[in-house]
């Protein structure tokens, strides 16, 4: 009688595998008629392959697979996860999504090109894989804003993830995007590991990750340098939490720009840590236009490199990009900032900058731990502070260079 038991459980254990390996359908872009030559356009074989795996039975974990060794030349495209039946949707990505090569090769529906890829209404879905998403930006960036608008209305951004919850990205790299590399907009639960972001410095709004309208994203381990902001977090946005980031080169970690033509704009509950900024124009950066309204709060940057930042530590209420700016009273409250354990290098002698508003002055800006020196000391130089108009603010520990306008205590 044991020894059938034993037999009849042995024959249950092999069925169920087999059972897991059947259920877990594969939907490879190949056999949907995709080339990956690099020459062919193969957008209507990933679509193809996107709706069977998205039709497949709710029992099931399918996995849509793009394989290496190849290049597939992709048009504009969507994929829409409101009617797939399985909530563990996988894609696998070995191989390298390459956009059309400049303006005139793209092919999209209305005046604007927003995006090139977008995913939306996603839940639960899993994007992974060794494999390369190149933009071949290079075209869009030598045109002139008037030469855009004639062409586009707008340059598009690489990947935009909106209206999901629940979707994790990791192992990609992603480079050379028109504009934007990635974009999460009115998404939560979001969990991004192991990235690569790259572009070349002077390649001009090209953000690494943006983030609008989202709440609990997490940004993990990842290699940002761009042309811009290695993360820029903007309006809406709650429980962002960054660590393990290389960022440089590029603009920094941006909150902002907040504000903008009197809008009322929020942020709060921003963790960024163990970041290290290569020659970076900034590194830890709140920015916010005049004339706006909302508030920008509870934000901490603790355990960060500057390697040559330019500026390393910035809040500034005064930001005004390629505009005409006046003078206003109103302004985007900015409160409840935290600096900790921040060391390195500064490329400039102003290492620390809080320029706050005349009418609404920052509040509760703590800074403890902080050592910042020049590059290239050779004992006569030293960094400095800018410190204006901040309300409650306290240094506590070593704090190098000095901010008078923060309280010391002990």
Not at 104 to 122: A, D, N, P, T
Not at 135 to 148: F, H, I, V
Not at 281 to 302: D, V
Request: hydrophobic share 30%; with cysteine.
């Amino acid at each position: 009688m044991a020894n059938f038991l034993a037999s009849f459980v042995l024959v249950l254990a092999i069925f169920a595998q087999f059972h897991q390996i059947i259920s877990a359908q594969t939907f490879n872009v190949i056999n949907y008629g995709a080339v990956g030559n690099g020459a062919t356009e193969d957008t209507q074989a990933f679509l193809n392959a996107w709706k069977a795996t998205c039709k497949s039975n709710s029992s099931s974990s399918p996995t849509m697979v793009v394989p290496g060794g190849k290049s597939f030349l992709l048009q504009p495209f969507t994929f829409n996860g409101r009617r797939c039946k399985s909530p563990n949707i996988r894609i696998v990505i070995d191989g390298e999504l390459i956009a059309p090569k400049g303006p005139s090769g793209w092919k999209y529906k209305g005046k604007k090109c927003r995006q090139w890829i977008l995913f939306e209404h996603m839940k639960g879905l899993k994007i992974q894989g060794s494999g390369t998403i190149n933009g071949r930006g290079s075209t869009w960036w030598r045109l002139s804003c008037t030469q855009n608008k004639r062409v586009c209305g707008k340059k598009p951004t690489g990947f935009i993830l909106e209206h999901s919850e629940k979707v994790q990205i990791k192992g990609l790299t992603f480079k050379d995007s028109p504009q934007m590399h990635m974009a999460f907009g009115r998404s939560r639960n979001v969990y991004a590991n192991n990235l690569h972001i790259q572009a070349p410095a002077n390649s001009p709004n090209t953000d690494g990750i943006h983030i609008q309208n989202s709440q609990r994203i997490l940004i993990r381990s990842s290699y940002i340098g761009t042309g811009d902001d290695c993360i820029s977090i903007g309006d809406g946005s709650s429980r962002i939490s960054i660590s393990n980031i290389s960022c440089g080169p590029g603009h920094g970690i941006s909150i902002g720009s907040l504000g903008k033509h009197g809008q009322r704009e929020t942020v709060e509950h921003i963790h960024v840590r163990d970041v290290t900024f290569t020659g970076t124009t900034n590194g830890a950066r709140i920015k916010t236009w005049q004339g706006g309204r909302g508030y920008a709060r509870h934000i901490s940057f603790e355990g960060i490199t500057s390697r040559g930042s330019s500026n390393p530590i910035v809040i500034d209420q005064f930001y005004c990009d390629h505009e005409q700016c006046k003078n206003q009273t109103s302004a985007v409250k900015i409160s409840n900032v935290l600096y900790r354990k921040i060391s390195g290098t500064s490329g400039s002698e102003i290492a620390v900058k809080l320029a706050c508003s005349d009418s609404i002055p920052c509040r509760n800006i703590m800074m403890k731990d902080i050592e910042l020196i020049p590059t290239g000391l050779d004992g006569t130089q030293s960094t400095s502070s800018f410190c204006g108009n901040v309300v409650n603010g306290l240094q506590n520990g070593t704090v190098i260079p000095s901010v008078p306008c923060l309280n010391q205590t002990r």
